[in-house]
T-cell receptor, first 113, second 113 residues
Framework: AQSVTQPDIHITVSEGASLELRCNYSYGATPYLFWYVQSPGQGLQLLLK??????LVQGIKGFEAEFKRSQSSFNLRKPSVHWSDAAEYFCAVRGTGRRALTFGSGTRLQVQP | DAGVIQSPRHEVTEMGQEVTLRCKPISGHDYLFWYRQTMMRGLELLIY????????DSGMPEDRFSAKMPNASFSTLKIQPSEPRDSAVYFC???????????FGPGTRLLVL
């Protein structure tokens, strides 16, 4: 069975600082990987996704993520955080068969002025 | 496009009452997913449909929960009878078979007293 671990429950960064959110997955083959963002009281918005090819993927809002097979990781990064990035971030995995997503527990990002 | 539409956005009910949540997927999407989000269990799949047919209902908690998709533009998730532990945010999402992105609705926040 596939699973996703987001080891950081809560992260606080200063505005303008760089950001890295960690995600580790467990799956027998190469999965489909996603990062979603959820603002308070809102639904989930897709930031980026990885299926195959270039292991560094670019997403919306200046985010990027790198797939590292050897580490079973798919960490999300942003070089300079804006106050509007404060939200909860979810990493998700989907196997090549089952269509549903398995989500991590989420990382809540707080941005200090 | 209007995106995935869910109604109601908020529902407060008393234990034992029937609750019906509604979802309209994005036009042309042939996959529809119901997820539930709680503090204790995070985001988890309840059921998903393909071309109006339930494919995987392994996440449905118990017989009190039922979901239907009578046509391509409408789905319901029903809880009867409701219990306080059903309090959660219920998300509907849809996707198109040749794309991997699931688009989420704004969710229905359910409180069972």
């Amino acid at each position: 069975a596939q699973s996703v671990t987001q080891p950081d429950i809560h992260i606080t960064v200063s505005e303008g600082a760089s950001l890295e959110l960690r995600c580790n997955y467990s799956y027998g083959a190469t999965p489909y990987l996603f990062w979603y963002v959820q603002s308070p009281g809102q639904g989930l918005q897709l930031l980026l996704k990885y299926f195959s090819g270039d292991t560094l993927v670019q997403g919306i809002k200046g985010f990027e993520a790198e797939f590292k097979r050897s580490q079973s990781s798919f960490n999300l990064r942003k070089p300079s955080v804006h106050w509007s990035d404060a939200a909860e971030y979810f990493c998700a995995v989907r196997g090549t068969g089952r269509r549903a997503l398995t989500f991590g527990s989420g990382t809540r990002l707080q941005v200090q002025p | 496009d209007a995106g995935v539409i869910q109604s109601p956005r908020h529902e407060v009910t008393e234990m034992g009452q029937e609750v019906t949540l509604r979802c309209k997927p994005i036009s042309g999407h042939d996959y529809l997913f119901w997820y539930r989000q709680t503090m204790m269990r995070g985001l988890e799949l309840l059921i998903y449909f393909n071309n109006n047919v339930p494919i995987d209902d392994s996440g449905m908690p118990e017989d009190r929960f039922s979901a239907k998709m009578p046509n391509a533009s409408f789905s319901t998730l029903k809880i009867q009878p409701s219990e306080p532990r059903d309090s959660a945010v219920y998300f509907c999402a849809s996707s198109f078979r040749d794309q991997e992105t699931q688009y989420f609705g704004p969710g229905t926040r359910l409180l069972v007293l």
